[in-house]
């Protein structure tokens, strides 16, 4: 059953700490994302990678962290740095260029 | 200007109603146009993936492009209260573009 996983679902992070959302897909594509969602704001890039160890930033890219070790594999690290990080995070993925992007569940962080 | 406009809603229509769905756009670089579906708290579902002006038909849904004014649509007919949900359009550049550019989301309530 091919598709996009994230896990956590719920993510509660205390100020100050670092948390990694996982992303994993089976459906062979080259590349993939990550988006926040906030409500009102609709979805905003943050980080993109087209290939195995190589990604580029998105809109929003301050206070996270990305790899692509793996081409199946895309997790995001929210550090410290990152001055609001309560929000909606969603990972996609896409065959290639000019592909539609399909989207995992999402993990909802809250920073308490 | 915002690069993609899209009516928040919320948008009420009886179940069996035809709907309309709208978005404009300002960027005449986006070639490539997509409407998501999206129930609260879960990640977006593509429904209509398109690339050329005219019109698209999927089972209940249309979407409908018009380049020239810069213009899109999602048509459900026969409504359902399961067609209730936030509708996203998405635009793609080409050339080498993986960014896609979303409008903001018009909710959708189906009434029985």
């Known amino acids: 059953d091919g598709g996009i996983t994230q896990s956590p679902k719920y993510l509660f992070r205390k100020e100050g700490q670092n948390v990694t959302l996982s992303c994993e897909q089976n459906?062979?594509?080259?590349?993939m994302y990550w988006y926040r969602q906030d409500p009102g704001q609709g979805l905003r890039l943050i980080y993109y990678?087209?290939?195995?160890?190589?990604?580029q930033k998105g809109d929003i890219a301050e206070g996270y962290s990305v790899s692509r070790e793996k081409k199946e594999s895309f997790p995001l690290t929210v550090t410290s740095a990152q001055k609001n990080p309560t929000a909606f995070y969603l990972c996609?993925?896409?065959?290639?260029?000019?592909?539609?992007?399909?989207f995992g569940p999402g993990t909802r962080l809250t920073v308490l | 200007q915002k690069e993609v406009e899209q009516d928040p809603g919320p948008l009420s229509v009886p179940e069996g109603a035809i709907v309309s769905l709208n978005c404009t756009y300002s960027n005449s670089a986006f070639q490539y146009f997509m409407w998501y579906r999206q129930y609260s708290r879960k990640g977006p579902e593509l429904l209509m993936y398109t690339y050329s002006s005219g019109n698209k038909e999927d089972g209940r849904f249309t979407a409908q492009v018009d380049k020239s004014s810069k213009y899109i649509s999602l048509f459900i007919r026969d409504s359902q209260p399961s067609d209730s949900a936030t509708y996203l359009c998405a635009h793609l550049a080409g050339a080498g573009s993986y960014q896609l550019t979303f409008g903001k989301g018009t909710k959708l309530s189906v009434i029985p």
């Open positions: 990678s087209q290939i195995v160890n190589d990604f």
């Open positions: 996609a993925s896409s065959p290639g260029l000019h592909n539609e992007q399909f």
């Open positions: 459906l062979n594509h080259d590349a």
